[in-house]
T-cell receptor, first 114, second 117 residues
């Protein structure tokens, strides 16, 4: 059974810092890994999707890497801003998953202080 | 191009009543997924549907819960005889093709917050 873990559970940093969020998964047989952002009381916004054959994806100040063999992904946020404050979720779709459902980690709650 | 639309945004029910949650996928998307987020917990998969078919309902409780995605109209998640433990945020996501091998991201709605009195 696929399990996804995110550390740290919460993170507070001053504005301007570069930071790394970690995600690990137990079964390396995945189609892809997706990073989401969730604001309080809101839905999920897709940030980056990394296919199993890829090593990383970049969008603006965000960079996500994937090491499938070790079951790890990182989300790097450069020059953090108060507007980045949110919960960040990673999720995978396993290849043995006929339902194509996402398995989520518990999330990292990020607070960027001005 | 409107995103995934869920309604209502907030729903309050008393124990024993029925709750109906609606989800209209993005235009052109024929795959719908329902997830539940219990307080202080992560999102858990409930059910995956294509038009008129339930593909995988392995995450949905066997009793009181049902889902449909008719040929016309939104997908419906129905909870009968609600209990306090059903209080949660219910999210719907859609994709144009099966989310796995197609590498298409799932797009999420803003969710329905269900509160049981």
């Amino acid at each position: 059974k696929q399990e996804v873990t995110q550390i740290p559970a919460a993170l507070s940093v001053p504005e301007g810092e570069n930071l790394v969020l970690n995600c690990s998964f137990t079964d390396s047989a995945i189609y892809n890994l997706q990073w989401f952002r969730q604001d309080p009381g809101k839905g999920l916004t897709s940030l980056l999707l990394i296919q199993s054959s890829q090593r990383e994806q970049t969008s603006g100040r965000l960079n996500a890497s994937l090491d499938k063999s070790s079951g790890r992904s990182t989300l790097y946020i450069a020059a953090s801003q108060p507007g980045d404050s949110a919960t960040y979720l990673c999720a995978v779709i396993a290849t043995n998953n006929a339902g194509n459902m996402l398995t989520f980690g518990g999330g990292t709650r990020l607070m960027v202080k001005p | 191009n409107a995103g995934v639309m869920q309604n209502p945004r907030h729903l309050v029910r008393r124990r024993g009543q029925e709750a109906r949650l609606r989800c209209s996928p993005m235009k052109g998307h024929s795959h719908v997924y329902w997830y539940r987020q219990l307080p202080e917990e992560g999102l858990k998969f409930m059910v995956y549907l294509q038009k008129e078919n339930i593909i995988d309902e392995s995450g949905m409780p066997k009793e009181r819960f049902s889902a449909e995605f008719p040929k016309e109209g939104p997908s419906i998640l129905r909870i009968q005889q609600v209990v306090r433990g059903d209080s949660a945020a219910y999210f719907c996501a859609s994709s144009p093709h099966a989310g796995g091998a197609s590498n298409q991201p799932q797009h999420f709605g803003d969710g329905t917050r269900l509160s049981i009195l």
